[in-house]
């Protein structure tokens, strides 16, 4: 025993814990000790009674789990929150989305990111793996709001071989920012709007530097379609063609996929993850969605995402993990599969491999970062509890996660946040709005033409 | 204008109101006058300043918008939400919940009821329309938490004449109880478990008793094939051949619907409306889902709602709205289709009509009854707001509610319930369910076998 006080004691909460075979089992009545950003232990109540600490939380009634990891977002685009609703994926792009943001500034990007933490952080998210442009500014706004983030700058090829060396040079400057909680990838946008060569070139600088990639790939089925009819070769065949499958990669998505994909993710398997946003699929009228229990058969972790506001209209990510049961129960035909505690494991440690964080994240076990949020279940909703996994899927909401914490630091307490102010960012964040949605000047910064 | 005080007046807020060829429109800055349980008036926020009234709510930050309509659930069921996990429809009712049903007593009924109208009323849903047992309990508890209800004592056939007497019964006793706010239904079952000689006696009793009838149909694919094989009819033709589609009739589900079901239903246009509940569809991994786009096109108004909790994990309403325009969206493979406006206008008018109250209920217009909540847009999870259809529909969530009304009586106010006690009831009905959930009987109140 350590005899300085803890930073932190949470008592009499229940814990969501793994066994050795990542079985997960729900500890009663237990305590989470924190001590320099880690979790140092999961005990019992008892055992901590009177034990020193800087701050102590009283978590009964309230479940202790790892705190969400959204795998797959652009955090600023909460500012295009409902601007382009029910329309088809292209003129979502083309008449839209790509014209408004041309006109981004890094402030809007900074306002942006602000709110989008300040939302995330009340939906029980800790970490989130952000992929758009101006990213300085989000990295400065991790930096301020206590969260951990997974960063890339994207690039299109149209952006010439500057796009991949900014992207580069971002990752390099920014790896381990933030006293150890910004991680970096390379981030191309996705293989139609990025050559072979600018691919290839990426898994390269991403093998000698040691960094990640995080792309969009076989984001729906007519990409996979048009691929095939221009190139004779599938998305996920063109990442393997030009070595990105020969290095860490996180793939948004995925609805594309198809069966011949399989084999040759099979062969990348442990450096390839997938992340799930099952809510735009359904929105943008896509007719598939991520195939997870093919990628659970080979041994691909997929991890749970929002994609973006404009098309998702949250970065809700408790919401996912509750849809991609969902709809994984649906499109299968098959009510066993993807079980509530399935759900969690996707929510946790397959979302914490998504980020490449496996061995930190994910979990509440000694030694781990202590990012973890406490889901109050005492509201009618979540009563009686016979399946407390079922509960935690099925019944709560994100708005049931009362408190959230990074590092051992309580970035929201009772639902109150404490290191950012929304209603000024709301505020200032409008004020920005006519200029930044204004389509009268006729640019896009890239053309959707999978 | 009348001199003496208004009971409630809301000031500020953002009103949903419709015009007269029911397009949605969002009147700012406004305030809604109740008085006696009516609207008296929806008028600008300028227009009753300084008028006196008995109570008033600063709604700014707010939307005022009909309250929601839970147009099938059987609300007591929240005692089993998460004990059938996971299952196939068969296994879920034959082997978990019609055994436990078995021990189903009027106080167990009693404790689901009120911890499920307090769910329902922290969710913004004002009105439910409930097929259960021991109905009488559900209707004690109406009458007791304020909230507005349908009412019908569900029956088999297995339970002989007595069965379909009962839900006469107390069908005119309970007409018009709790003070206007209860209505009632004769419920049968469903097709598969109530005989065409019950069915055809309820529709006689229906119309000699100017009641509606409200009852499961065609819940499934698999129920239509099996009508098909064994009675060469479809449930739905069930309902013609019994006379069912001769009166009010609400049928529950309609996944099974198919095309030669169209024309039946469109003779019965005027008369009958469907409840959807899509999110127990999914859990069921049933391949369909209610077909909105072609009862529409009927003139057949679709309500949206839950379910039981025992199936559906929650009585949100909020989130079925959601739903239906995703799941409308991804089965039609249309982005265009259901949108968000569309969304609103069955959770309001048309969700009025499918239980009989679309004169009553449905929009916030002068002479309807003041049913109506508070939806809070200020969070990071609903700005900006660029399209507030969208922010409802897709931001929002069902925690957003902050006030919930009645007949013009708030039994929720800043998320404090005002007439319902949670912690009370969750501690009784925990007692009771060791007993409640006893399977070693080896009974149960049904067989399912459609």
């Not at 793996?129 to 149209?158: I, P, Q, T």
């Not at 099952?278 to 598939?288: D, I, Q, S, V």
Request: hydrophobic fraction near 40%; aromatic fraction near 4%.
């Amino acid at each position: 025993m350590t005899e300085s006080p803890a930073d932190l004691i949470i008592t009499g909460c229940t814990v969501l814990v793994y066994d050795d075979q990542e079985r997960i089992g729900f500890e009663e009545d237990a305590a989470v000790v924190v001590r320099g950003g880690l979790v140092e232990s999961v005990t019992t109540a008892a055992a901590v009674e009177g034990a020193p600490a800087v701050e102590r939380i009283d978590g009964r009634g309230q479940v202790a789990m790892p705190g969400l990891i959204n795998c797959h977002t652009h955090a600023p685009m909460v500012a295009l929150r409902g601007v382009a609703e029910d329309l088809p994926t292209e003129e979502w792009f083309n008449d839209v989305v790509w014209p408004i943001e041309s006109n981004l500034t890094e402030k809007d990007v900074e306002l942006g990111a602000r709110l989008a933490c300040a939302e995330m952080i009340r939906a029980g998210v800790t970490c989130f793996a952000d992929h758009y442009f101006s990213m300085d500014a989000v990295a400065a706004v991790v930096e301020e709001c206590g969260l951990r983030a997974h960063l890339g700058e994207a690039y299109f090829s149209s952006q010439g071989a500057q796009g991949r060396e900014k992207s580069l040079e971002f990752a390099l400057r920014h790896r381990g920012g933030a006293g150890g909680r910004i991680t970096t990838a390379l981030a191309p946008h996705a293989p139609y709007t990025v050559d072979d060569t600018d691919l290839t070139a990426t898994a390269e600088l991403a093998r000698e530097h040691g960094l990640s990639v995080h792309l969009h790939a076989a984001e729906n089925r007519d990409q996979t379609d048009a691929s095939l009819a221009r190139h004779g070769v599938t998305p996920i065949e063109v990442l393997e063609r030009t070595g990105l499958l020969d290095v860490d990669v996180l793939i948004a998505h995925g609805t594309g996929i198809i069966d011949r994909d399989l084999p040759v993710l099979e062969r990348a398997s442990g450096r390839t993850a997938v992340a799930t946003a099952p809510r735009g699929y359904l929105k943008f009228g896509w007719l598939t969605t991520t195939p997870v229990r093919a990628l659970h058969d080979l041994g691909i972790p997929v991890g749970l995402a929002t994609d973006g506001a404009a098309s998702n209209n949250s970065l809700d990510v408790w919401e996912s993990m509750a849809l991609t049961a969902l709809i994984q129960k649906s499109t299968t035909g098959d009510p066993r599969w993807l079980t509530s505690r399935q759900a969690l494991h996707h929510a946790t440690l397959q979302s914490a491999r998504a980020v490449g964080l496996g061995d930190t994240l994910g979990t509440l076990a000694p030694g781990r970062r202590a990012d973890l949020v406490l889901v109050d279940l005492t509201g009618p909703h979540t009563q009686p509890v016979h399946d407390l996994a079922a509960t935690l899927v099925h019944s709560a909401r994100s708005s049931d996660v009362r408190t959230t914490i990074v590092d051992g630091r309580i970035l929201m307490r009772d639902r109150q946040l404490l290191t950012l102010d929304v209603p000024s960012v709301v505020r200032e964040l409008g004020e920005r709005l006519p200029v930044l949605l204004d389509r009268g000047h006729g640019r896009r910064i890239q053309d959707y033409d999978t």
